[in-house]
């Protein structure tokens, strides 16, 4: 009994141990800086980012939420010091606002399912 209650209380920290994103060094950091879910589901994401690992930014914008049939916008800075488009009355006051600051990166799910990316040189 012992060695069974030892087994199910080493399994969580034996998984928690595999595949830990923050051992890795070249792992990009992401902090979520401002985000905006409308009434109808409608999302706008806002993340600053540690490296500048296009792959890395495009896996991690994929893994955002998005509701089949809506639209979700995903923008990425090198640094954001703005309002937070938390506080915005509308997605579409929420996606201005972050078209307007220095993005460097939108990703964008549109209601069909298409994806976009784009770098803003």
């Known amino acids: 009994m012992k060695k069974l209650l030892l087994l199910l209380l ?12 923050d ?7 992401f902090e979520q800086v401002g985000y905006y879910k409308s009434d109808n589901n409608f999302r706008c994401f806002a993340y600053t980012y540690s490296k500048d690992d296009e792959a890395q930014i495009i896996q991690h914008a994929k893994k955002q939420q998005n509701t089949r049939g809506t639209t979700t916008q995903v923008y990425y800075f090198n640094d954001y010091n703005a309002k937070n488009i ?6 579409f006051e929420a996606m201005e606002l972050c078209l307007d600051l220095d993005w460097k990166y939108e ?3 549109y209601p069909n399912g298409k994806e976009n990316f784009r770098k803003n040189e």
């Open 23 to 29: 051992n890795n060094p070249n792992a990009v950091k």
């Open 10 to 21: 080493c399994v969580p920290l034996i998984f928690s141990c595999g595949s830990n994103e």
């Open 107 to 109: 990703f964008s799910i």
């Open 86 to 91: 938390s506080l915005c009355n509308s997605f």
